[in-house]
């Protein structure tokens, strides 16, 4: 909104200070700047409406230490993540562009989704909430849209190299051919560093290409549920996802950075995506809206993102990575996300094959998912948290080294 404001100021009136709206780091800088102070004012209010509608969350009895202390606190927090993030977005980001567009619908959607799982735990006391069969309904509808979008509109494109531009500075190849759709993808750790899903229908003989919406869209839409869900599921101790997920949108950030901008996407050899630098005006709110979120939500927590938040979360994650065309790197970045799930999974196959072989079910973690494991082994949350956070750190960098390592 005030882009198009101060561009018209600029052309008219020649305001002096208007063209900073121009650039995407002035703007990704006033987006994380507001969503910060969104989320720390007002996310105290939202908090105190919360209590006052006595929208707190019902603790289960999982013996778990401190697990009492939390009953009653407020839930449904994810909204100040949601605000906190589209307030700042409709203000600073172009709504011309087909990603900021994609992303505001993935949040709106997801928020929409968990929120009615939320209302179903809280007023109608249904400690289920909203049936996994929807749940799941509504993030393959989700990865349906974004498939089709990103694999049909014509402005989700990129540009292949074509020339070299020399300067006395220094020489970098120029990338100023045509845009061209594409369904190339990064492939970490090889170095022609790329993957085209038309391979997966070749067999299918000479113009097999055009069907390869047939792989990408299912592909779409199992990352857009699986990250969601490996969110929900690390969505368990204080502080836990919201910081998690501000490292991973980090990093997503910097990808999105590089990949939109023309020197580095050459110097680093990934695809140069048109358009894709508006995407750090986003990434720059929703990093904010995260970490504005944690003051509140740090242990003590004195406010739950609950689904409301952690599928949102997800869901964003995951369309970011797609964008960006780093979706082969998420089981390396959201490796936090990666391994609640895979204990979950582990957990509950090999109780119903133990008590299937034996009549006895066994586990192999005390307690899944992985986070409550390590509550039953008598770790302080605090401590699971911070380590956590250090892994997810790591997993980040390793994460961006692997743009050299081929």
Same mark, same amino acid.
């Given at each position: 909104?005030?882009?198009?404001?101060?561009?018209?100021?600029?052309?008219?009136?020649?305001?002096?200070?208007?063209?900073?709206?121009?650039?995407?780091?002035?703007?990704?800088?006033?987006? $994380?700047?507001?969503?910060?102070?969104?989320?720390?004012?007002?996310?105290?209010?939202?908090?105190?409406?919360?209590?006052?509608?006595?929208? &707190?969350?019902?603790?289960?009895?999982?013996?778990?230490?401190?697990?009492?202390?939390?009953?009653?606190?407020?839930?449904?927090?994810?909204?100040?993540? +949601?605000?906190?993030?589209?307030?700042?977005?409709?203000?600073?980001?172009?709504?011309?562009?087909?990603?900021?567009?994609?992303?505001?619908?993935?949040?709106?959607?997801? &928020?929409?989704?968990?929120?009615?799982?939320?209302?179903?735990?809280?007023?109608?006391?249904?400690?289920?909430?909203?049936?996994?069969?929807?749940?799941?309904?509504?993030?393959?509808?989700?990865?349906?849209?974004?498939?089709?979008?990103?694999?049909?509109?014509?402005?989700?494109?990129?540009?292949?190299?074509?020339?070299?531009?020399?300067?006395?500075?220094?020489?970098?190849?120029?990338?100023?051919?045509? *845009?061209?759709?594409?369904?190339?993808?990064?492939?970490?750790?090889?170095?022609?560093? *790329?993957?085209?899903?038309?391979?997966?229908?070749?067999?299918? &003989?000479?113009?097999?290409?055009?069907?390869?919406?047939?792989?990408?869209?299912?592909?779409?839409?199992?990352?857009?549920?699986? $990250?969601?869900?490996?969110?929900?599921?690390?969505?368990?101790?204080?502080?836990?996802?919201?910081?998690?997920?501000?490292?991973?949108?980090?990093?997503?950030?910097?990808?999105?950075?590089?990949?939109?901008?023309?020197?580095?996407?050459?110097?680093?050899?990934?695809?140069?995506?048109?358009?894709?630098?508006?995407?750090?005006?986003?990434?720059?709110?929703?990093?904010?809206?995260?970490?504005?979120?944690?003051?509140?939500?740090?242990?003590?927590?004195?406010?739950?993102?609950?689904?409301?938040?952690?599928?949102?979360?997800?869901?964003?994650?995951?369309?970011?990575?797609?964008?960006?065309?780093?979706?082969?790197?998420?089981?390396?970045?959201?490796?936090?996300?990666?391994? *609640?799930?895979?204990?979950?999974?582990?957990?509950?196959?090999?109780?119903?094959?133990?008590?299937?072989?034996? &009549?006895?079910?066994?586990? +192999?973690?005390?307690?899944?998912?992985?986070?409550?494991?390590?509550?039953?082994?008598?770790?302080?949350?605090?401590?699971?948290?911070?380590?956590?956070?250090?892994?997810?750190?790591?997993?980040?960098? $390793?994460?961006?080294?692997?743009?050299?390592?081929?």
């Amino acid at each position: 909104m005030l882009y198009y404001l101060f561009e018209y100021l600029e052309k008219k009136y020649q305001l002096p200070g208007a063209g900073l709206f121009q650039f995407q780091t002035f703007r990704a800088g006033m987006a $994380v700047l507001f969503s910060l102070i969104i989320a720390t004012a007002f996310g105290k209010r939202i908090i105190l409406f919360l209590k006052r509608a006595q929208i &707190g969350e019902t603790i289960r009895d999982l013996g778990l230490q401190g697990q009492e202390q939390k009953a009653g606190t407020p839930t449904m927090g994810g909204l100040i993540i +949601i605000m906190a993030t589209l307030i700042p977005v409709v203000l600073f980001a172009r709504f011309d562009n087909i990603y900021i567009i994609l992303l505001i619908v993935t949040t709106i959607w997801m &928020g929409i989704i968990g929120f009615i799982d939320d209302y179903i735990k809280i007023f109608k006391k249904d400690k289920q909430g909203l049936k996994g069969r929807f749940k799941i309904m509504g993030q393959v509808v989700l990865g349906l849209i974004v498939g089709a979008t990103l694999y049909f509109h014509p402005e989700v494109t990129m540009k292949e190299k074509d020339g070299t531009l020399i300067t006395q500075e220094f020489t970098v190849e120029q990338r100023q051919g045509e *845009e061209i759709k594409s369904t190339k993808t990064n492939l970490p750790f090889f170095k022609d560093n *790329e993957l085209d899903y038309s391979v997966f229908i070749s067999w299918m &003989g000479n113009g097999a290409e055009k069907y390869t919406w047939l792989i990408f869209i299912p592909i779409v839409i199992i990352i857009v549920t699986a $990250v969601s869900n490996g969110s929900n599921l690390t969505d368990g101790i204080d502080g836990l996802a919201a910081g998690s997920s501000a490292i991973i949108v980090l990093t997503l950030g910097i990808f999105a950075w590089v990949s939109g901008n023309i020197v580095f996407s050459n110097y680093l050899d990934i695809f140069f995506i048109p358009r894709a630098g508006e995407l750090v005006i986003f990434i720059a709110a929703f990093v904010g809206a995260l970490i504005g979120f944690l003051w509140y939500n740090t242990f003590p927590a004195q406010v739950f993102m609950g689904d409301t938040g952690s599928l949102t979360i997800g869901g964003v994650i995951a369309v970011i990575a797609i964008i960006v065309r780093k979706e082969l790197l998420i089981p390396l970045l959201c490796g936090i996300f990666f391994a *609640e799930t895979i204990s979950v999974m582990l957990q509950v196959s090999y109780f119903k094959y133990t008590k299937k072989r034996s &009549g006895e079910g066994k586990r +192999i973690f005390l307690m899944a998912p992985l986070h409550h494991h390590y509550q039953k082994k008598g770790y302080h949350e605090s401590k699971i948290v911070t380590r956590f956070w250090i892994i997810g750190i790591l997993l980040a960098i $390793v994460t961006i080294v692997t743009l050299k390592i081929r």
